[in-house]
């Protein structure tokens, strides 16, 4: 069975790392859940905005993504929203991180949470941190890409 026409569904973005960072490179990695964490993020209670990874003790790790309590079970059952979530990964991506986060101003950034095949996965970025002048030119090309936008519809 081929990859090529897979689908999946999109259950938060992360728009604000593509505006703060500079995204090198791009994995995607399943992670490590309880059962009431996978009923929220199916309903979508899920924000990526102040999430980052790390690598710790050889093992690949997403800190500070806030799924939120799933609201219709016993509060006794559910989870700690802020809590450490392991990433599954393969040994040889955790090298290969590991050796470019040793790097200077490099981190490990969540983009987006999706599933696939029924699967909840995270495509995670390795990114540079964009200075103020890299993000007041980011928002100078995105509006003259809209102003271009408006001039071709109106022609």
Request: proline letters at 2%.
């Amino acid at each position: 069975m081929s990859d090529k026409g897979e689908s999946y569904k999109v259950i938060s973005d992360n728009r604000q790392a593509r505006f703060r960072y500079e995204i090198l490179e791009t994995y995607e990695a399943g992670i490590e859940l309880k059962g009431t964490e996978v009923k929220s993020i199916r309903v979508g209670k899920v924000n990526l905005r102040d999430g980052y990874g790390l690598i710790r003790g050889g093992e690949a790790w997403l800190l500070n993504v806030h799924i939120s309590p799933y609201q219709n079970i016993n509060e006794y059952f559910n989870h700690d929203p802020r809590r450490s979530r392991k990433l599954l990964l393969h040994r040889k991506e955790i090298n290969k991180l590991t050796g470019k986060l040793e790097q200077q101003g490099l981190t490990l950034v969540p983009l987006k949470i999706y599933l696939k095949r029924g699967l909840v996965k995270v495509s995670i970025g390795l990114g540079r941190g964009k200075k103020l002048h890299d993000k007041r030119e980011t928002i100078k090309r995105r509006q003259d890409q809209r102003d271009m936008a408006r001039a071709i519809k109106r022609y």
